[in-house]
């Protein structure tokens, strides 16, 4: 544990994308991540959670990157995006490992460049 203090001590002060790994039911998305959050520069923004395996991947897409109306069945208004509402706090991609690896790309992609599919979004939210 006194590892993991110090860890979590190292990482919360940088402006880095975090990957937190570990067998499932250990309090990865819980007691690590909000500690980070609350001892990050990001503390007093908002923090902003989503089970990435839990939506199909088009529902994803538009959950993270919004969507504008009329995109697809349902979207009866433009919607701003998890990633924007995050902004300039904590945005919990949870169990990322279960999405396709064709959307796992398209996230890296945003963590690297801070756009997708041209739409700039503040890459250290994440």
């Not at 690896?101 to 460049?113: C, G, I, N, S």
Request: charge should be neutral; aromatic fraction near 8%.
């Amino acid at each position: 544990m006194i590892q993991l203090y110090k860890e979590i001590a190292r990482v919360a002060p940088t402006r880095s994308t975090v990957l937190i790994t570990g067998q499932s039911g250990t309090g990865k998305g819980t007691w690590w991540l909000d500690s980070i959050h609350q001892h990050s520069t990001r503390s007093s923004g908002p923090f902003v959670a989503i089970n990435c395996g839990a939506l199909t991947e088009t529902l994803l897409e538009a959950e993270l990157f919004g969507h504008v109306r009329g995109a697809f069945t349902g979207a009866t208004s433009d919607r701003k995006g998890l990633w924007e509402e995050a902004e300039g706090g904590t945005l919990f991609l949870d169990e990322i490992g279960e999405t396709s690896a064709a959307m796992q790309v398209k996230l890296l992609r945003a963590l690297q460049e801070g756009r997708f599919d041209g739409r700039r979004f503040a890459r250290d939210s994440c």
